[in-house]
């Protein structure tokens, strides 16, 4: 048994439990608290998924924060815009999203572990009841994963590959070797870790082996991304996009153990999402997931409102 936080809420009369692992909402079958609760993961597991579009709130459900532009890594298939001004104002950012309905707060990049005061930034998302993660390239988590595991509900990791070969090919040399020490170490403060793979062409025949790979590691599961022709991801899209039909059979052939959370996120998912950019402005997934579009500058909580015909997924 694993018990971990989740985030429980109530929203339009319908029960709530959100994942800061899988980024997946549940409804659950039985009471449960509200605001940040300890849950046996399997049995949040068993509780039916559901969607921003199925309940119709005006504030999403989960948001990614990409707090800065800066990495330390160039990888082709990134989606952040390198040309984008970073904003600042971290903490402002921080309290108006923890002062939100927001069941999820997750602080990308860039790359997160960058931020000096990243530890503080998660302390405030998390004060209001939100479930809090980060999703990094691994880098530096293994020296920071110390300080993290008092204020972070989970980490994510991004994989390209199962080995040292197959990932530095996409992240650079060393890359693989420093993810994989940063994961061994998040787990060992215990911080839920969750691996995050973009489905391509030239990486989904190593689906099997990736899963593996979070098995051996210790990681909670396994999100395999539908690749997103956004931010510098759109010179590849051409080669290496996959269709989420073909997404979905690859995911379905693969087999994994029992207590190992393994999702896919399709582009038709991710279609709506809300993301903070650096800029400081809110933006949307549209069209299918295939392009972003800015709506308003980040001020008020109420920003954050979606559009009143469109979800926003997740």
């Known amino acids: ?10 929203r339009e009369d319908v029960p709530l439990v959100y994942d800061p692992a899988t980024e997946l909402t549940h409804t659950p079958n039985r009471p449960v608290a509200i605001g940040r609760v300890l849950l046996d993961d399997a049995e949040v597991a068993l509780w039916p998924t559901i969607t921003q579009r199925e309940v119709h709130t005006r504030i999403p459900f989960n948001v990614c924060w990409s707090a800065l532009v800066r990495c330390n890594l160039q990888c082709p298939h990134c989606l952040d815009d390198k040309n984008l001004p970073e904003r600042g104002n971290h903490q402002g950012i921080a309290q108006l999203l923890a002062d939100s ?13 960058l931020l000096r005061s990243l530890t503080e930034l998660l302390h405030t998302l998390g004060s209001r009841g939100a479930a809090v993660s980060c999703t990094t ?23 390209d590959g199962p080995d040292a070969a197959a990932h530095d090919h ?10 994989v020490a940063g994961v061994r170490a998040a787990v060992s403060c215990g ?3 969750q691996l995050h793979g973009v489905l391509m062409q030239s990486t989904a025949h190593r689906a099997q082996s990736l899963i593996d790979l979070a098995a051996e590691l210790g990681a909670v599961g396994v999100t395999f991304l539908q690749m997103l022709p956004i931010g510098e991801g ?18 379905a052939s693969l087999n ?11 582009r038709e998912v991710a279609d709506g999402f809300t993301v903070i950019r650096a800029d400081g402005q809110v933006y949307h997934n549209v069209r299918g997931a295939t392009d972003i579009e800015a709506t308003r500058p980040l001020r008020t909580v109420t920003d954050l409102e979606l559009p009143l015909n469109e979800g926003a997924l997740r």
């Open 170 to 179: 996409w992240r650079g040399r060393g890359s693989f070797q420093r993810a």
């Open 191 to 193: 911080i839920p870790v």
């Open 137 to 159: 390239n691994g880098w530096h988590l293994e020296r920071r994963a110390p300080e993290l595991a008092p204020v972070v509900d989970a980490v994510r990791v991004s994989f």
């Open 234 to 251: 759109v010179h590849l899209a051409d080669a290496e996009m996959v269709s989420d039909a073909n997404a979905r059979r690859t995911v």
């Open 256 to 266: 994994w153990p029992d207590g190992l959370r393994v999702r896919l996120r399709t």
């Open 101 to 113: 309905d927001v069941l999820g707060n997750d602080i990308s990049g860039g790359e997160p572990l």
């Open 1 to 10: 048994m694993t018990v971990r936080i989740f985030a429980s809420a109530v």
